[in-house]
């Protein structure tokens, strides 16, 4: 799918896609961290129809939950882009060491270098979990970092 | 400390006033700009409610309300948006130049003015009210059109040429022979220059020496900075205005944006102030004589805007009702033209009546006219226009 970047000097910026079902979608992103999503009609292709207004904070809820699914996957594309850094997950077995404690006493992080930036929970995500999250059995860690770090992390996981 | 009651009183009514009438601008999609010039006329002398009290502190609001007006059209402008303005608009930005500033050259000199009155209403009757035009745009959910772009790239455009033509207009302003004039100009665009260098090679490292998480320590900062940059070049006969918008285009990227937002409600507060005192300025008895002329201006620069709206609309493609609603979106001039006229008009006598009445009605017809360009029907039409079924 192609998104089209529009700049709107001084407000900010435009994007907009064609859905599979043929409707041309807009989302006015302002500077001022607002965001507003238009629909075109066919009647006049030029115009756009205001459907939903958001400020950043509703911006991101909706984000969250339209995305979060797919925050495993971005994850994965970065790590593409930046050599010797890869993604892994490690998931926690039920009844291991760490079901039921913080994530903050696997000390994952001092101890490989690798870090935990999502923890996935069923449907659920947690984007940026901190040190006081805590785990539970069938969690799926992903983890960012070397290949060494990943690997040492899943050792401490697995206890 | 004595509590100066007659001062608060007028104060606080005026400011109460421009409130009630501001909300019943916001109501209808206006301008409220138009308004406070009314009741600036109102208050001030040879108007139905004179405060004298008040007049001081207006006085120095005002002066203060140029300041922070120009220091954030300076913190808007950012030379990647210019750039990517400029691949594709530079023939609208020529359109729009030499169509609006010509009626008013003509104008002036047909009103018998010399040579910087003439540049002075030619100025005035070019830029368009980025701040109108922008807020109509977002109160008319027209952000998302397809005609947008081209508006906004105009005004980017404008901004553009304000940043070489105030300080120019300023040191021409302040007088003295020609070869001292030429010498400032010199300076004066030199100055522009620098601050474009400085933006855009180290703006950065100023961004840092004025950041701070703080709100209140940024708002200080940056305040501080432009009120003595502004001080510095009213003493050597540029303009304060013209010093604080250099500041502003020296500050950039995330420093930037974070300033435009802690001094906005501030901006906002002073430019009615600086509105009002515009209107306070001007005598009710010396609108009259002028008004023909400046029906006649508001006439022919309401189409010759229209024009160049539709012709950059043309540019991005734009279909027929489209081109409308960008033609009619830059009618409105406002701030700008003011603030033109605050550099030079204790110098003409008729160019404050003749201008303040010119903004006074390209700011009610420029929303008024944008509000009547072709749009769709209204929610009631949806199901009409073809769109794909909701379930």
């Not at chain 1, 404690?101 to 979990?129: F, H, K, M, Q, Y």
């Not at chain 2, 009259?288 to 229209?306: F, N, S």
């Not at chain 2, 944008?370 to 949806?382: E, N, Q, V, Y």
């Amino acid at each position: 799918m192609d998104v089209t970047e529009v700049l709107l000097p001084g407000v900010g910026l435009r994007y907009e896609f064609t859905s599979r079902r043929g409707e041309r979608v807009g989302v006015v992103a302002r500077r001022t961290g607002e965001f507003e999503l238009v629909v075109y009609g066919a009647e006049d292709p030029d115009e756009g129809r205001s459907v939903l207004q958001l400020d950043s904070e509703e911006a991101d809820a909706v984000a969250e939950i339209l995305g979060a699914p797919r925050i495993a996957e971005r994850f994965a594309d970065l790590t593409k882009e930046v050599p010797g850094l890869v993604a892994g997950q490690v998931e926690v077995l039920p009844g291991s060491a760490y079901d039921g404690r913080p994530l903050g006493d696997t000390r994952a992080r001092s101890r490989t270098g690798a870090s935990v930036v999502a923890v996935v929970r069923g449907e659920e995500v947690i984007a940026s979990p901190t040190p006081r999250d805590v785990l539970a059995g069938g969690d799926v860690l992903v983890v960012i970092g070397t290949h060494e770090g990943i690997a040492g992390v899943e050792q401490i996981i697995r206890g | 400390m004595r509590t100066p009651v007659a001062l608060l009183l007028e104060l606080g009514v005026i400011l109460a006033a421009l409130s009630v009438l501001g909300t019943l601008a916001r109501r209808f999609t206006l301008s409220p700009i138009a308004l406070y010039l009314l009741t600036g006329l109102a208050v001030g002398e040879g108007g139905i409610a004179p405060v004298p009290a008040a007049g001081e502190f207006v006085e120095t609001g005002a002066a203060i309300g140029v300041i922070l007006l120009l220091l954030v059209l300076g913190l808007e402008f950012s030379l990647a948006e210019f750039a990517v303005s400029m691949r594709r608009h530079v023939p609208s930005a020529l359109v729009d130049a030499v169509l609006n500033a010509a009626p008013g050259a003509v104008a002036g000199w047909l009103l018998g003015m010399d040579g910087i009155g003439i540049l002075a209403l030619a100025g005035a009757t070019y830029i368009s009210s980025s701040g109108i035009v922008a807020r109509l745009l977002s109160d008319l959910h027209r952000l998302g059109n397809r005609e947008t772009p081209a508006v906004l790239s105009v005004l980017v455009m404008e901004d553009c040429a304000m940043a070489a033509y105030l300080p120019v207009l300023a040191v021409l302003a302040s007088g003295g022979v020609w070869w001292q004039a030429i010498l400032g100009v010199l300076a004066a665009v030199g100055a522009v220059l620098a601050a474009f260098t400085v933006s855009y090679r180290w703006g950065h490292h100023l961004g840092r020496l004025v950041a701070h998480p703080d709100d209140e320590q940024l708002l200080l900062r940056v305040l501080g900075l432009a009120l003595v940059v502004a001080a510095l070049a009213e003493f050597v006969h540029a303009s304060a205005a013209v010093g604080a918008f250099l500041v502003g285009l020296t500050l950039t990227g995330e420093t930037a944006t974070r300033t435009r937002a802690v001094l906005s409600p501030l901006r906002d507060l002073f430019a009615a102030v600086f509105f009002l005192a515009i209107g306070l300025s001007v005598d009710p008895a010396d609108l009259l004589p002028v008004l023909p002329a400046a029906l006649a201006l508001a006439a022919v620069t309401l189409v010759t805007k229209v024009l160049t709206g539709r012709y950059a609309a043309s540019r991005d493609g734009v279909g027929r009702r489209g081109k409308w609603r960008a033609g009619t979106a830059l009618i409105a001039r406002g701030e700008f033209s003011l603030v033109i006229v605050g550099l030079v008009g204790t110098l003409h006598d008729t160019l404050g009546p003749l201008v303040t009445s010119y903004v006074f009605i390209l700011a009610i017809a420029g929303p008024v006219l944008t509000r009547l360009a072709p749009s769709r029907p209204g929610p009631g039409a949806d199901a009409r226009d073809g769109g794909p079924p909701a379930s």
